[in-house]
């Protein structure tokens, strides 16, 4: 059980919007970045968005994130089939540790 | 091009150990933390620690302090994950990962393709 909490998950229709959460506490999410990884089926995960809203070089920006709070969020613009995946947010703890929200599997109807 | 080339599966029974390598290229090896994760089936992902290759100096996850060991050779630019006292709760894809710290926070920027570990009676 992560102490990051991400729906299990969402579906939307190509072309679409869709936004994915992840929630936690002051602890964790209020206090640091946050960073969003991409796993296409039978992948290793890629790295999406790091400093809570920047993207990497390579990165569409159909993919953009926020926080506000104790929440976090991965909005996906123009949702295309090629886009069905699992999604990971994830925050790099005080601790020298990482942790990972239990995943949002995403579905374009 | 950054690549971070994992070992092959691993079959091993219970109570055997494990050793994962990580032939990274294409950037200074010493010059990044590489951390190691996994992912069981159908789970989500688990941080298990970092090495730095310049100095050695490791941190593990609680849950793995005493099982796993994190060793690299920056002659052949490898990093190496040990796990040892395997039970089936071990079987996942192993991943490493290259750690880049980007002013506020370490992500993981490349990862390795990963490594299956099976352990299997």
């Known amino acids: 059980q992560s102490v990051l909490t991400q729906p299990p998950s969402v579906s939307a229709a190509p072309g679409q919007k869709v936004t994915i959460s992840c929630s936690g506490s002051?602890?964790?999410?209020?206090?640091?970045?946050i960073s969003w990884y991409q796993q296409l089926p039978g992948t290793a995960p890629r790295l999406l968005i790091y400093?809570?809203?920047k993207r990497p070089s390579g990165i569409s920006d159909r993919f953009s994130g926020s926080k506000s709070g104790t929440s976090a969020t991965l909005d996906i613009t123009g949702l295309q089939t090629g886009d069905e995946a699992d999604y990971y947010c994830?925050?790099?703890?005080?601790?020298?540790?990482?942790?990972f929200g239990g995943g949002t599997k995403l579905t374009v109807l | 091009q950054v690549q971070l080339v994992q070992s092959g599966a691993e079959v091993k029974k219970p109570g055997a150990s494990v050793k994962v390598s990580c032939e990274a290229s294409?950037?200074?090896?010493?010059?990044?933390?590489m951390t190691w994760l996994r992912q069981a089936p159908g789970q989500g992902i688990e941080w298990m620690g970092w090495?730095?290759?310049?100095?050695?100096?490791?941190k593990y996850a609680q849950k793995f302090q005493g099982r796993v060991t994190m060793t690299s050779d920056t002659s052949i630019n490898t990093a190496y994950m040990e796990l040892i006292r395997l039970t089936s709760d071990d079987t996942a894809v192993y991943y490493c990962?290259?750690?880049?710290?980007?002013?506020?926070?370490?992500?993981?920027?490349?990862w390795g393709q990963g490594t299956l570990v099976t352990v299997f009676s």
């Open positions: 400093d809570t809203n």
């Open positions: 990962a290259r750690d880049w710290y980007s002013g506020f926070h370490d992500v993981f920027d490349y």
């Open positions: 294409g950037y200074t090896f010493t010059g990044y933390y």
């Open positions: 994830g925050i790099w703890h005080d601790t020298l540790s990482a942790v």
């Open positions: 090495i730095d290759p310049n100095t050695g100096a490791t």
């Open positions: 002051s602890s964790n999410i209020g206090n640091n970045y």
